[in-house]
């Protein structure tokens, strides 16, 4: 089976992130995409991160919908830092091709991580661009990581939305019109639980 593990804080999850594990599954022919909210991410400011049940049931309900994406809350019931190494140990399955979606800012500075070498060993990565990507500083750092770890890259020439979480959060917050950002069921979740005002 081909898997790919999406992790982020989802603070709340919003269309762009649904788009972009729908158009990796089908650029990649991955199976599944997991959804895997994270506890506390090491190089994050988390002092405004919704409590990981809310963010796990909104990832849930986001993904209703669709059968190739699947929701876990591997990091959430580690406790403590959310490491990328420690989740894929967690998920890695005998017969999986296992395979890492990472935006292109996390991806330059992947060498910098905790375990980077275990994460280069064990999956391939899928590489999301956003904004103004130069996509030949993304290839040279693809070959660096290649030449030196032996990473595998697939890097996927078409940018994600400009949509963020810091976007919808504010706009929840000043009571802008938020419902073209997230799915119903998500922003319903959102105001029954009081979250982000």
């Not at 999406?6 to 650029?27: C, M, Q």
Request: contains cysteine; charged residues 25%.
């Amino acid at each position: 089976m081909r898997r790919a593990i999406y992790g982020g804080s989802f603070n709340p999850i919003h269309n762009d992130h649904i788009k972009l594990a729908l158009a990796a599954a089908e650029r990649f022919e991955l199976d599944r995409v997991i959804l895997v909210p994270t506890n506390v991410t090491p190089l994050k400011d988390n002092s405004a991160i919704a409590d990981g049940q809310h963010r796990l049931r909104m990832c849930q309900l986001a993904a209703e919908d669709y059968p190739q994406l699947e929701v876990s809350d591997v990091e959430l019931r580690r406790k403590g830092k959310s490491y990328t190494a420690d989740t894929i140990a967690a998920l890695k399955r005998e017969d999986d091709t296992l395979f890492l979606l990472v935006g292109a800012d996390q991806y330059v500075t992947l060498d910098k991580w905790h375990e980077f070498r275990y994460i280069f060993d064990n999956v391939i990565l899928l590489v999301a661009p956003r904004g103004e990507i130069d996509y030949d500083s993304l290839e040279e750092k693809s070959m660096e990581y290649r030449a030196n770890y032996g990473c595998r890259t697939h890097i996927y020439h078409q940018p994600i939305g400009a949509l963020s979480s810091s976007l919808v959060r504010e706009g929840i917050a000043t009571g802008a019109d938020v419902s073209a950002m997230l799915d119903p069921r998500v922003l319903e979740y959102i105001r029954k639980n009081d979250l982000y005002c």
